[in-house]
């Protein structure tokens, strides 16, 4: 399968790297090479199977326009860009196209996400996230906790479930949900010893999307990999 990756940073280089290392034929480029999407006109999508971003918000759309515009397949990692989820899925229906998205392309923070759904049915508690990444991630809370409140709202709609934050040196990545009652407590944790297993993810994930059609979140299809 012929990838086309967008961004390298670490993440973006380790996409590429387990992409090569399951026999696909990889290429990756820098912002500096995609400016406002100038990679990704119709002729040289013409040569991609699948698009990878893990970019920033504002050239993930861009980039997702780009892609979906011209009929191609596009997964994105990248998070911040929610807003315009629904006009972008109308433009993959309109154009043929596929996006797959998600908020966090580990198998075991999907494993978290439904440990948190169950434990979210919990009567008589109070629930929390904490969540702690690199001082240079770029968006506070991680699109990963926003999703684990999320699925914990789900289930309890007038819950208050308070957010926390940390920035520090290189973590890979931790996200703690917490449920406490006036007579015990319960915790669920999912701690990333590398980003390799976000990355594996993300290349599954293109593997999945390849040669389909529609818009799909991670979670919906994760399970059938």
Do not use: C
Not at 126 to 145: I, M, N, Q, R, Y
Request: glycine residues 10%.
């Amino acid at each position: 399968m012929r990838i086309l990756v967008l961004g390298k940073g670490k993440t973006g280089a380790l996409v590429a790297e387990i992409a090569a290392e399951r026999g696909h034929t990889v290429r990756a480029l820098d912002a500096s090479e995609n400016e406002h999407g100038a990679a990704l006109r119709a002729d040289k999508l013409a040569a991609v199977d699948v698009v990878i971003d893990f970019t920033a918000p504002a050239s993930a759309v861009e980039n997702i326009r780009a892609v979906l515009g011209a009929g191609g397949r596009i997964v994105v990692g990248t998070t911040g860009w929610y807003d315009h989820l629904d006009a972008l899925k109308k433009l993959a229906a309109a154009h043929g196209g596929a996006l797959l998205y998600g908020t966090n392309f580990s198998i075991g923070v999907q494993k978290l996400f439904q440990m948190t759904g169950e434990l979210a049915q919990l009567e008589g508690y109070t629930f929390s996230v904490e969540e702690t990444h690199h001082v240079t991630k770029l968006d506070a809370p991680s699109g990963t906790a926003i999703t684990l409140q999320q699925i914990i709202l789900e289930k309890q709609p007038k819950a208050v479930v308070p957010i926390t934050s940390h920035r520090i040196a290189d973590a890979k990545g931790e996200h703690v949900v917490k449920a406490v009652s006036a007579v015990d407590e319960l915790e669920v944790r999912h701690n990333a010893a590398s980003r390799r297993g976000f990355a594996l993810g993300a290349v599954r994930a293109a593997e999945w999307v390849a040669g389909k059609q529609g818009a799909w979140e991670f979670r919906e299809i994760f399970s059938s990999l």
